[in-house]
């Protein structure tokens, strides 16, 4: 059986002493949802795994594309059939705006075949390339709350329609962006959402952080 973050984690607990029950009040859950968790019956968001691995002592984690995964002492330095894309401490808000923390720790690292990555992120660099997490249901219909999406932030200006990771004021957001006339649209997938502008006198308030290539919750979704 390979092995899983969830199986690093416990191996991590066992050393250290760590309980589920006191695991449990350092994250401010309950002791059913980190059993749950540690179970694999349920699929945390990648903040929480995060928090998790903070808890415990580990610092970096590899999961590869088969599910496995492997607990790093350093950083890893790519080879030349491994293709590896950075998981972030990071939620980006498909709804009505979410602050996130300034700190962006890397909380793993997903690992591709090279040429599985040409067909998937056609030919971004990995550098290039960065999971997070989205929240919020603004967007259902395209991805869903809780989905990874991975952002190509080598696009930091707007390079015509299509789904964005932006900051607005101080909120980061995952929305359509469209330029109609002088003001910059911003659209949400789920017609419940109304569609708000950013005009010429608040651009200075935008910042784009990357272009959305793909969504991942069981499957992946091209976006373009």
Known sequence: MANTWQNIVKNRMKIVGETQESLAEKLNVTQGSVAHWLSGRRKPDTDIIASILKAVGIKEIT??????????????????????????????????????????????????????????????????????????????????????????????????????????????????????KNVIRVKSDNQLYDSWDISEDEIDQLYIHGKVMLSQSMLLRKHG
């Open 63 to 180: 999961i590869n594309a088969d599910g496995s995964a492997i607990e790093n002492n350093a950083k890893i330095k790519n080879k030349k059939n491994n293709f590896l894309v950075e998981v972030l401490n990071i939620t980006a808000s498909a709804g009505l705006g979410y602050l996130n923390s300034d700190v962006k720790e890397v909380i793993k690292l997903i690992e591709y075949d090279s040429e599985q990555a040409k067909t998937l992120f056609k030919g971004v660099n990995a550098e290039n390339l960065k999971v997070i997490n989205i929240s919020g249901d603004s967007m259902q219909g395209t991805f869903d709350s809780g989905d990874a999406i991975f952002v190509d932030v080598s696009k930091r200006m707007f390079e015509g329609d299509g789904i964005y990771v932006f900051t607005f004021g101080r909120n980061l957001f995952v929305k359509r962006l469209q330029v109609i």
